[in-house]
């Protein structure tokens, strides 16, 4: 992505702005919820302080326990990615431009209560609450291959449904062409909204038919418990066929569009980041080769970078989305 220095506007929190009063208040607050029945939120939250330290571990929910998929393309027999990589190397740029910036910061995420409005072309536009779309589907594990347009990957064991079952219950209207999905921005809670490099709140699109298709996920959790906010707590997307920035995270609206949106990346550099952005090894990006890719979790000085594939290795399942489509112009 376009990583903006200091001069450029960010301004990261000193260290010692992380201090034990924070920790305590964050117990203090967990004893609250717990008392109010939203122990598993709390415990999220609370992994993400600890995640960088000891990787403590928000439980598991009932609700998230995960069944194996039978989407197809769903599930991968590659390694997972450890449980500490996915929760400490992050991209989350309302809580900084370093990786390590939304495991520290992001614990001032307020994640209940929270909803998410489904409005625009739809016949049924409502706002849905965490319950309500905890309880929409059958959540099931999805283990995807995760990759960043940076040049990294992970494999990450997601749980959650497709997003179709929630479009089918909100009945798109014909002229309902692309799904527009905004994530939050509140410089309350986000310390790095409102810097610079972009336009907030982060939007994210697709096409109807790829917000359609099976593999999209909706995603509540990963490794069986509830997101951590790092991760796009309480509800994020994850399109495991297209580079992870076109994955939104903390989701508080989804908008039914004939009109393709203006994505938050593509208005910051049009010329780097397209609105399709599948991932693709024969388009590179203007400042770096797309070819190949490194597995976070066997960086070291050695290891060999891993071929992309194309589609992110999803082609026989999404292929058919981008028949006779110039795939270099519609990048
Ligand atoms: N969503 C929001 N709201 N803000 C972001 O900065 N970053 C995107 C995407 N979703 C981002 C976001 C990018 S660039 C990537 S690569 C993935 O989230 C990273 O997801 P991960 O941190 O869970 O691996």
Redesign the pocket.
């Known amino acids: 992505?376009l990583i903006k220095s200091h001069k450029d506007g960010f301004s990261h929190p000193a260290s010692n702005e992380i201090t034990p009063q924070r920790v305590y208040e964050g117990r203090r607050d967990l004893m609250k919820l717990m008392a109010t029945g939203v122990a598993g939120a709390a415990m999220a939250s609370m992994a993400v302080r600890d995640a960088r330290a000891q990787v403590a571990r928000p439980g598991k929910l009932a609700a998230l326990a995960g069944a194996k998929s039978n989407v197809p393309g769903a599930v991968t027999m590659e390694k997972l990615t450890a449980y500490k990589d996915?929760t400490s190397?992050?991209?989350?740029?309302?809580f900084g431009a370093d990786k390590g910036d939304?495991a520290e910061n992001a614990h001032t995420l307020k994640t209940t209560p929270w909803s998410v409005e489904v409005e625009g072309l739809v016949k049924k536009p409502a706002r849905y609450t965490l319950e309500d779309l905890l309880k929409l589907s059958t959540q099931e594990e999805r283990i995807y291959r995760?990759r960043?347009?940076?040049g990294w990957s992970?494999v990450i064991p997601w749980v959650g449904y497709s997003l179709s079952e929630l479009i089918k219950k909100v009945e798109p209207l014909g002229g309902a062409k692309y799904v527009e999905f905004v994530?939050?921005d509140d410089p309350k809670t986000m310390p790095f909204v409102g810097s610079r490099v972009l336009d907030w709140p982060?939007v994210e699109g697709l096409r109807m038919d790829e917000a359609l298709h099976p593999l999209a996920l909706l995603s509540f959790g990963l490794y069986g418990e509830v997101l951590p906010n790092?991760?796009?707590a309480p509800v994020?997307l994850v399109v495991p066929w297209k580079?992870?920035?076109k994955?939104?995270?903390?989701l508080v609206k989804i908008r039914f569009t004939d009109k393709q949106p203006a994505t938050a990346?593509n208005k910051a550099a049009p010329a780097e980041y397209g609105f399709y952005s599948n991932v693709n090894p024969d388009v590179d990006h203007p400042r770096w080769s797309q070819a190949t890719e490194r597995r976070i979790g066997e960086d070291g000085l050695f290891a060999k970078r891993r071929k992309t594939l194309m589609f992110n290795g999803y082609e026989p399942q999404v292929g058919q989305l981008y028949a006779g489509m110039d795939l270099k112009k519609y990048f």
């Open positions: 992505m996915i190397y992050n991209n989350f740029y309302e939304p995760h960043c347009v940076e992970m994530t939050l982060y790092q991760d796009g994020r580079y992870g920035f994955s939104g995270k903390s990346w």
